[in-house]
C-alpha cells in the first residue's frame, strides 16, 4: 500500500503531515473504557484513518472470524474475560496480518513480553498520541 | 464584560489549570480533535470521562469495603480510572491511580483506602475547574465569539 501520486490530501490536524486518501488505511480499536475508545477513534479518524471500536476482545475475534481486515488493531491489555495478549493470540492463529498495537494504562515489562509473544508488534502505555500514531502510519503507508 | 475580555480571562484560566498540573498537554491533544464536523468533542469525551470515572470510583469504594477485599477487582478498576485520566489529560487524577496501585500491589486495605480519597478529592477538583472552563466558554460563543485555543508545547 504506497502513497499515491498528484496531491496529497488528509485530515492532518498538527504538524502539516498529510497523507494520501486513495488507499485508506483501516484500524480497529479494541478498549472495554468508552473514554480511550472514543479518543483513540478520533485521533486515528483525525489522520485519515477508516476507524471501527468494539468493547471486547471476543468482538474483536468475532470481527476478524467474519472476514474483517484492517491496517492496524489497537488492543487494550486488560480487557474482561479475553484480555488483550490472548485476543492478539488468537486472530494472529487466524492469520490476521494486521500491525498490532498493544496499549495499556500502566506499562509492564512482563506485559510486554506476554503481548509481543502473542503476536503484537508494539507495546505502549496510553495516551495514544501523534507521536506514535504518525510514524505507524508512515510505515503503514510503505 | 466584552468577548475580547472574555476570551482573555478563558486563556489565563486554563493556562492556570496547567500550571497547577490539574491539567496536562493530552487536554490539549482533545482540543486538536475538535473541528467543525466534532464542534462538541472536548465537552463530550470530559462528560463521558466524568460518568466513567464517578462509576468507576463508586466500585472501587464498593470493593474495598468488602470484607476480603479483591484486590484483581480493584486493580483493574483503577486500570480503567488511570487510562481514562491520562487520556483527557487529568493530571493529578492520573497521579493519584499511580500512587493507589502500589498499595493494590501490596494489598494495603489501609493505605489503599486514604489513597481513594486522594484520587476523589483530585477528581471533583478537576471536574469543578473543567466545567467552570466551559461555562466561560458558552459565555463567549454566547457573546458572538469565538473559543481561543491554547497551543501545544512540543
Known amino acids: 500500500m504506497g502513497m499515491s501520486g498528484g496531491s496529497a490530501e488528509g485530515n492532518d490536524k498538527s504538524e502539516g503531515q498529510s497523507f494520501s486518501c486513495k488507499n485508506k488505511l483501516t484500524a480497529l480499536v479494541v478498549d472495554n473504557g468508552g473514554v480511550c475508545r472514543v479518543i483513540q477513534t478520533a485521533l486515528l479518524r483525525s489522520y485519515g484513518v477508516e476507524t471501527e471500536a468494539v468493547e471486547t476482545g471476543e468482538a474483536e475475534v468475532e470481527l476478524i472470524a467474519s472476514g474483517a481486515t484492517?491496517?492496524?488493531?489497537?488492543i487494550e491489555m486488560l480487557l474482561p474475560v479475553l484480555n488483550g495478549p490472548e485476543t492478539a493470540r488468537q486472530i494472529r492463529t487466524m492469520g490476521a496480518q494486521s500491525m498490532i498495537l498493544g496499549i495499556t494504562a500502566f506499562f509492564d515489562e512482563r506485559d510486554q513480553q506476554e503481548f509481543l509473544?502473542?503476536?503484537?508488534?508494539?507495546?505502549i502505555e496510553k495516551p495514544l498520541s501523534p507521536e506514535v500514531v504518525i510514524p505507524i502510519i508512515r510505515e503503514l503507508h510503505n | 464584560m466584552e468577548v475580547g475580555q472574555m476570551q482573555r480571562r478563558l486563556i489565563e484560566y486554563t493556562k492556570s489549570l496547567f500550571m497547577e498540573g490539574i491539567l496536562d498537554d493530552q487536554f490539549l491533544q482533545l482540543q486538536q480533535l475538535q473541528?467543525?464536523?466534532n464542534p462538541d468533542f472536548v465537552v463530550e469525551v470530559v462528560s463521558l470521562f466524568f460518568q466513567d470515572a464517578e462509576k468507576l470510583l463508586n466500585d472501587i469504594t464498593r470493593a474495598l469495603d468488602q470484607q476480603s477485599v479483591d484486590f484483581t477487582k480493584v486493580d483493574a478498576h483503577v486500570h480503567q480510572l488511570k487510562g481514562s485520566s491520562a487520556s483527557v489529560g487529568a493530571q493529578r487524577v492520573k497521579n493519584g491511580c499511580i500512587a493507589?496501585?502500589?498499595f493494590c500491589e501490596e494489598q494495603n486495605v489501609d493505605g489503599s483506602l486514604r489513597c481513594l480519597q486522594q484520587i476523589k478529592q483530585e477528581y471533583y477538583h478537576v471536574k469543578n475547574k473543567l466545567e467552570a472552563l466551559f461555562r466561560l466558554e458558552q459565555q463567549i460563543v454566547a457573546a458572538g465569539g469565538s473559543v481561543p485555543m491554547m497551543e501545544l508545547s512540543f
Request: glycine share 6%; net charge negative; hydrophobic share 50%.
Open chain 2, 100 to 102: 493507589f496501585r502500589n
Open chain 1, 70 to 74: 484492517f491496517n492496524l488493531i489497537i
Open chain 2, 35 to 37: 473541528d467543525e464536523s
Open chain 1, 117 to 123: 509473544a502473542a503476536g503484537a508488534d508494539e507495546f
